[in-house]
């Protein structure tokens, strides 16, 4: 009976003794991952202490979803099983995205001498949208009345190349007519 204490005391005692640590997602948060092109933003984690220590050595899984909207590792599968260096860092290397759009999260566990700490990685991915050439040149043509507009605009607003007399301040020049709401532009 006395041992089975003594074993229960030694056990509590080193895993109270144990640092606590955590993991810290450095990259690949919030990627947009593209479809067509087989590009994705390979997580990194650091595994550091309450202190902010790296641990080398800890055992760091990554975990994609299997099924639905996801990416696969270098081996081609949705896990990969990586040691941290002497940093604490460890990267999901060869990360590609399958061919399904949406958003899914990547669960890392970190475990080191019997602890274990988690995060998750949130990436998205997307098939990117490809314009038609006449959809380009009518994006080119509204930026190119878009400028006129807008330099139209502000030679207007200094007076149209006018000598000017200066008005108090706080008091718009004359002709000027504020009004809130959407503008609209017009000849003058």
Do not use: C
């Amino acid at each position: 009976m006395g041992w089975r204490l003594m074993l229960f005391t030694i056990l509590v005692w080193r895993v109270s003794g144990a640092e606590v640590f955590r993991v810290v997602v450095l990259e690949g948060d919030g990627a947009i991952n593209n479809i067509r092109l087989q590009r994705a933003k390979e997580p990194v984690v650091r595994v550091e202490t309450e202190s902010g220590s790296p641990v080398q050595g800890a055992v760091v899984h990554f975990a994609a979803p299997s099924q639905g909207a996801g990416v696969v590792f270098s081996d081609g599968g949705p896990t990969a099983t990586i040691v941290t260096d002497s940093e604490g860092r460890a990267t999901g290397r060869g990360l590609r995205p399958n061919k399904t759009p949406g958003r899914f999260e990547i669960r890392v566990t970190a475990s080191y001498q019997g602890l274990s700490a988690t995060a998750r990685i949130v990436q998205i991915n997307a098939e990117p949208i490809e314009l038609s050439k006449g959809s380009a040149k009518k994006i080119a043509i509204l930026a190119i009345i878009g400028g006129a507009a807008a330099g139209g605009a502000a030679f207007a607003a200094r007076g149209g190349g006018k000598s000017v007399a200066a008005a108090p301040p706080g008091t718009p020049p004359a002709g000027t007519v504020i009004t809130p709401g959407t503008p609209i532009l017009g000849a003058p």
